[in-house]
């Protein structure tokens, strides 16, 4: 078997392998056996899901789907023995977290936001999923168990941007316990400085877009406080 770390997802020798993003993407492909359906659903380019597919492949070490080409019915895409593994590992371990949140783990979640300058424009993401999907937000996630705040934070920044970064300044802790209407969850914001990377959409973004700091619209969460805060904190610097 293989040594997985997984809370919401799984990595494999340190590498991102899935998540609830590339899960929903790998189940579609199960649905409809075709990638270019399961890219649509997915609100994605063939080219993109592709791109996603390879990179699992590539971070578990095994080929995670098989595509046919051809014949009188069309080509088709498929799990392979290996990739409905996988799904099937992340499904139970997802479960397994979902199950213990239903039964009363009461102590709030902790997560981590990024704020990123890029040229004077913030970078943001658009939500692809519940809650505010559709809403620009900052990127940010989930700390994983066993893990530092300041390394989640380049993580996270990494997996939704693209980003590789450093840390200037921790800019506040928010813990209004209603800011997330999936659970009282606190947040750890971060001021970050872009050292490397390809801006480019995570897995669970619709996309990602450079907002000018002064034209920043209704964020999802309570990241326009967090972005007002910021502000302040930039005028205090000059």
Known sequence: MYSFKSKNWIEKDGRYVIGEGRAALLKLIVEYESLTRAAQEMGMS???????LREMSQAFGKEIVHSERGGAEGGKTVLTPEGKELLEEFEKKHGTVQTLISIGLKSPMLAVDGLILIDDKLVLIR????????????????????????GAVCREMKEETGLDVKISEMLGVYSEPGRDPRGHTVSVAYVLERVGGKLRSGDDAKAIELVAIDKIPDLAFDHNEIVEDYITWRKKQE
Not at 46 to 52: F, I, K, L, S, T
Not at 142 to 150: A, F, H, L, P
């Open 127 to 150: 939500r692809k999923h519940y809650p505010f999907e559709g809403r620009l937000a900052l990127p940010g996630g989930m700390v994983e168990y066993g893990e530092k705040v300041e």
């Open 46 to 52: 063939y080219r993109h899901a592709w791109g996603v």
